[in-house]
Structure formats: C-alpha cells, structure tokens
C-alpha cells in the first residue's frame, strides 16, 4: 500500500514568518493529495489540495507543490500567524478507494507572536 | 447542514471489554470511513463504507469490526480491549459520485481510554 512520510514532525516560526512542510509518497498511483489542518481539541479539516494533473495550487497565503517525478509535495504558509498554529496532516489516495486517506504523521506547526 | 456527529465523544473501559461508537454522517453522505489517531502515529485507516459494504480495510487485528446502515450510519466495534486501544477514533463521510471532492468531512471523534 501507499507509505507517506512527512517533515518536519515540530515547526516553530515567528509571526510574519513563512512555514514549510514536505511530504512524500510511496505509490505512482496516488493522484490525490489533501491537506488537513486540526486545532487543538478539533477535528480535523481539509484547507487545501492538489491532484496529479496541476503542480501548484494557491489558497490566499496557502499553497501547494506537487512534483509526481519525485513524488513529494510540500505545503506552502506565508505571513504565518498566530491562529496558524496547529497540527497540519498530508495525505495520498488514487484509484477508485472512496475514503481511504494515507496520511502523514502529521506537523505540529507554532507560531510565536 | 448538519456536520459529521460521533458518539459518545468520551468512554472510559476496562481491557477486555467491548466497546461500540456510533456516526451519522452529513445527509447525503453515502460513504463513511473510520480512523484512529494517537499520538505520533497519526491517522492510520480503520475501514470504509458505502452502500452497507465493506470497501477497504486498514491493518486492525480483528477485534476491530464495523457495519454500515441502510441510512448510512455507522457503527464500529472492538472487541477485547486492550490497553493500546486508548485512542481518538474518528469517523469521516464523504460524497459518492457526481459532486464527490475527494474531501472527507470529519467528526469531532470518540475518545476511548482503556485502564
């Protein structure tokens, strides 16, 4: 099955900073790749993804860059700010597997005023 | 629109016990998948639903077990409990077909603790 990595496990950044965190993936047939963000004591929700057919994507101060020849992916945070901070989660899937995420161990991402 | 709703959101059980965790997913939602999250580990898949059938599963001994409803609520069970089962079990649905995003629109999770 699909095997993603993800890095750094903790980032800290100061308020206006930019923050970057890489994922890569195992499985050529991935062709769908969301990120989540999760507050403290929340769930778990989806700010930004990419498929396999775009190399970058662009959300206001997020964004996102996909190179299938390597297969990474890196998520992209400008002018970082304080309610920023929160664990950030990558995840793969492809073919028709409704539902079934890979995700990353996840970024704890602080941003310090 | 109602979002993703997950009960009970806190149990406490003792090893060798069962538990069952309930989830509604949002109307019209016809697929429901399953996570556990701990500490470090992430989101590993639990399994998935649609249509009242089984469509994947994730590496869970078989204690783990889960069913799908003809309304597309889910249940999931686990049997025997252990003291790694301590976890934040969360449900997620999703749209099937025309209109489906690929995004999963998650609960707010039960959390199991296991003495």
């Known amino acids: 099955g699909e095997n993603v990595e993800q890095h750094p496990s903790t980032l800290s950044v100061q308020e206006g900073d930019s923050a970057v965190i890489k994922c890569t993936y195992s499985?050529?047939?991935?062709?769908?790749f969301p990120w989540y963000k999760q507050e403290l004591g929340k769930r778990p929700q989806l700010i930004i993804d990419?498929?396999?057919?775009?190399g970058e994507k662009k959300d206001q101060r997020i964004a996102v860059t996909l190179n299938k020849t390597a297969k990474h992916f890196s998520l992209h945070i400008t002018e970082t700010q304080p309610e920023d901070s929160a664990v950030y989660f990558c995840?793969?899937?492809?073919?028709?597997?409704?539902?079934?995420?890979?995700f990353g161990r996840g970024t704890q991402l602080t941003v310090w005023p | 629109k109602a979002g993703v709703t997950q009960t009970p959101r806190y149990l406490i059980k003792t090893r060798g016990q069962q538990v069952t965790l309930s989830c509604s997913p949002i109307s019209g939602h016809r697929s429901v998948s399953w996570y556990q999250q701990t500490p470090g580990q992430g989101l590993q898949f639990l399994f998935e639903?649609?249509?009242?059938?089984?469509?994947n599963k994730g590496n869970f001994p078989g204690r783990f077990s889960g069913r799908q409803f003809s309304n597309s609520r889910s249940e999931m069970n686990v049997s025997t409990l252990e003291l790694g089962d301590s976890a934040l079990y969360l449900c997620?649905?999703?749209?099937?077909?025309?209109?489906?995003?690929?995004?999963?629109?998650f609960g707010e999770g039960s959390r199991l603790t296991v003495l």
């Open positions: 639903y649609f249509s009242e059938t089984q469509r």
């Open positions: 995840a793969a899937s492809g073919g028709s597997t409704l539902g079934r995420l890979y």
């Open positions: 997620a649905s999703s749209k099937v077909g025309r209109g489906n995003t690929g995004e999963l629109f």
């Open positions: 499985d050529s047939a991935s062709n769908y």
């Open positions: 990419i498929r396999s057919n775009v």
